[in-house]
């Protein structure tokens, strides 16, 4: 008999559900960022506190991303453009969801690659036209998975991860938000 | 008399908008990246080209991102939850927006801090609830602007800043996300 070790403890997952059915409080987070403007269009944004199981938790270290629009919209490309954080997010959550949901179903993945694009007409951002929107009009991710397990069921895997998704669900449904100037 | 310098070439996009007003073709972008899962639910994803124009692009370098969960979720926190890069994104875009309608309007800039917040009810992901959504049920931005103009102005370029921003259009609207497997 082999083990299936997808390095996601799943035990400890299953354990966290049991215990936040009693304790809704629990399972409440506030994930947080902070951006400082640098020039033109680039900012740099730094994470590393939230809040979740009632206190303020931290990452084990700081992370730093610089975001910049490239040389084609006149600016100085010192990093990727923020829309393509979306995809990143998007492509590393559904990921994420199929490592820990094949764990589950006992399933070893030996590699999964994802292949995320996002078609936006810049018409929208740059007011050329109001019936434009400034999202995407549309994303696909595609994956490419090697495990122990028949197509139909790798399918089922990374059906069950777009189910459970937060970044699917975010990226897919209407979320509000507040902006504010103290 | 002084100019107004944040580092936008604010002509340059004002040419781009009468040239697409003409070549619609040139304004559809894609946006790509490429995610490789790790272990746990650790992905490394990588972006570096894109399409628009008409033609290839290229971001000067290649960047890197490292996706996990932390701790508290019993993984091994090499990186921010995919669900941060959404706060990446939409802090990064709105204060890229600030920094050109300040530019088109003739308002210096002299700093731009900007704190976002997302609250998230984890039942949603951990399968405990299903009527508790995934994703944020609400993200909250708190801007903080030194700039030479009034409380009035400053919050004119914000709003102008939200109306153009692809990621805030993105996050509070929905957008179709196909998923498959090759």
């Not at 995407?136 to 994956?143: E, L, R, S």
């Not at 669900?169 to 979320?175: E, G, H, K, R, Y």
């Amino acid at each position: 008999m082999t083990t299936t070790d997808n390095g996601v403890n799943v035990q400890a997952l299953l354990d966290a559900r049991e215990v936040l059915k009693g304790a809704p409080e629990a399972a409440q987070f506030t994930w947080r960022a902070t951006s400082s403007w640098q020039n033109g269009v680039h900012s740099t944004v730094k994470i590393q506190n939230f809040f979740g199981l009632g206190e303020e938790q931290n990452h084990k270290s700081a992370s730093v991303f610089d975001a910049d629009h490239p040389a084609v919209f006149a600016a100085s490309d010192n990093g990727i453009t923020p829309i393509e954080y979306l995809l990143v997010g998007l492509t590393s959550c559904l990921s994420a969801g199929v490592a820990s949901v094949a764990q589950n179903r006992g399933i070893q993945l030996r590699s999964v690659e994802a292949y995320v694009e996002g078609k936006m007409d810049i018409r929208g951002i740059l007011g050329v036209d109001s019936e434009v929107r400034n999202g995407y009009d549309d994303i696909k991710v595609t994956f490419k998975i090697d495990a122990d397990a028949s197509k139909k069921e790798i399918e089922a895997i990374v059906a069950q991860s777009q189910k459970r998704s937060a970044v699917y669900d975010l990226v897919t449904n209407p979320t509000n938000v507040t902006v504010e100037v103290t």
